[in-house]
């Protein structure tokens, strides 16, 4: 069977486990890493066999998927250019910025008929996986996710940041469109939400309390169904 193709933009904190799984991977050539620094690149490139480059458009049509793993405000422009190619991409969460960025990502990857896929990887959770098979119409939902601040992620807010894994998981548990939903946040450190709380009614009666805070001491992960 003939190896896909893939190559890996941005090396930084999640990019370069996506570039050691995908080395690992027998279906999958890794033909590239991508990364604005230099000498990350060339370190992660040597670490795993492979190619470095610090402009992604330089692999354009060279690959067949790729894997973004770069600051959330560069995923419209990054995976813009690669689905135009149609190259099939894997984003790291979240899509954009911005729904109307994401909006125009969806379609123009239905246009060209690529697979587009986002890191929502807590719904493969092993917890939520054995918890789906005794789930069927929850009523309550209460979710805290709480982490220490980190200044890499200071360009999007906690909502995007952390609570979306949640909100996930949530809609992915609650067979119902959203009634009503209720919303608070705060700025400590960054120019975004730092802290946030959001209590989400469905239409068959479900409610759902979720809490995000990336100040805290130290992580914390806590789902009550």
Known sequence: MKKLKVAVIGVGKLGQHHARILSKNTNVELTAVVDILPERAKKI??????????????????????????????HYPISKDFISYSIHCLIEKPITDNLEDAEEILDLGKEKNVILQIGHIE???????????????????????LGPYDPRVSHIGVVLDLMIHDLDIVLSLVDSKIRELDALGTSVFSEHEDIANVRIKFENGCVADLSASRISLAPFRKIRI
């Open 45 to 74: 490139a040597s670490l795993y066999h492979t190619l470095s480059y610090t402009d992604y458009q330089k692999i354009l049509g060279l690959v067949d998927a790729v894997t973004i793993a770069t600051p959330t405000p560069t």
């Open 123 to 145: 719904r493969f959770n092993p917890a939520v996986i054995a918890a789906r098979k005794y789930i069927h119409e929850p009523k309550y939902i209460e979710s805290r996710r």
